[in-house]
């Protein structure tokens, strides 16, 4: 009787129809199995923004919740190559520098040289593309470690940035162009906004219930209509509440939406396409990956590539924001806020296990953190300090739950 019961019960669930229950059940197992996904992330975003709201209630105003976002587009860009090289179980050193070289070439050739926007703008982007092409052929013919490739590309693009600039040291963007007023000024449409987010809704039901029926056909356990539904009801109130309270102010940037729509290209590619799937398998076991049949050279060619175009983009949208190209353009903590947001956001240093969100949520965590000790007129240092101990606090997460799945996996 009692091996009758369980067997019906494995047979729902092989049918999907788990219902709520089972995919809270589901969330739990995968947890429990050291699979925490985007969930210490989230609830480090929630805890950051709590502490920062009580310290100063300016922090979540309409207002500063806008520029959060604004800010957070350029470098979270940047943060989406950086998560498909580390998802091969690789690094780019030199994003920060191949941002402003971009963001220089961009100036040069439509303030100086007179070309029109678009065309500087595809030369720029070009450029960041020919950059990662170029750091592939030296890792996969001659064998040099990525480390080593790109901390020279870290050196010879911020010298090669500065020649671009020449004496000048300096070029202002027109603020009359479209590019600027794309960065600083052009916001959506209410009624866009809420269309947007009711498409988004749609778009998370429509994919989730396609891929239940897949696992369905498969045999495997899949997600229930009323979770299914529940999920996508939860995306639209968030959203729709996400774009009245900024409409309070200016409403939700093109600029940010841009970022959320690659986050989204991105997402589908990795998680959908033979390609994605290619990129996790060579990240979790690059010989494996290879006797399964992948050309794992393309692959690694293909994130190179990416890598430094969406710096080459980054750069653009930064010099854009600022409406300015500088010998500062992509120094600082650029470089290292990218790889920190990548990897605050649940994409591992070991290879194989993250997604395009991690990009997204990262570089909220880290422009939370920077525009919280803003308000509360800290220095400098002390930011530096935070964003460090809670890069810290992920990779030791990272490493927890790795050990966790390994310990799993072998039980």
Known sequence: MNSTMTTDRQDERLRGGTGLRGAFTGVLDRARAGDLGVIPVVV????????????????????????????????????LGIVCVLLVGQIDL???????????????????????????????????????????????????????????????????????????????????????????????????????????AGGLFASGWLHARE?????????GMPALVLRSAALLVALAFLVWYLGQTRGVGWMFVFFVALVLIMHYLLSRTKWGR????????????????????????????????????????????????????????????????????????????????GALLGIIVIQSISSGLTLLNLDSSIRFMVTGAVLLLAVVVDSVSRRSRTSHGRA
């Open 44 to 79: 480090g975003l929630v805890v950051i923004w709590t502490v920062l709201q009580i310290l100063n209630p300016i922090f979540l105003s309409s207002a500063n919740l806008v520029n959060l976002t604004l800010e957070s587009a350029a470098v979270g860009v940047i943060a």
């Open 94 to 200: 030199s994003v920060g520098s191949v941002s402003g070289l971009s963001g220089a070439v961009l100036a040069v050739l439509f303030v100086s040289e007179g070309l029109p926007v678009w065309l500087a703008i595809l030369a720029a982007v070009v450029l960041g593309a020919v950059i990662g092409w170029v750091y592939a052929q030296l890792f996969n013919r001659f064998g040099v470690p990525s480390f080593v490739i790109t901390l020279a590309g870290l050196l010879g693009f911020l010298g090669l940035q500065l020649y671009v600039l020449g004496t000048k040291g300096s070029i202002n963007l027109p603020f009359d162009s479209g590019l600027v007023n794309f960065a600083q000024l052009a916001f959506v449409p209410a009624w866009l906004s809420y269309t947007f987010a009711v498409v988004a």
């Open 215 to 223: 696992r369905r056909k498969a045999g495997l356990s899949a997600m």
């Open 278 to 357: 290619s990129v996790y398998a060579v990240g979790g076991n690059v010989e494996a990956a290879r006797r399964a049949g992948i050309n794992v050279k393309a692959v690694f060619t293909s994130v190179f590539v990416l890598c430094s175009t969406f710096a080459a983009v980054g750069g653009i949208l930064a010099a854009a924001r600022l409406a300015a190209a500088n010998q500062s353009s992509g120094g600082g903590d650029v470089n290292l806020n990218a790889i920190a947001a990548a990897v605050i956001g649940g994409t591992s240093l070991f290879g194989g296990r993250g997604t395009a969100f």
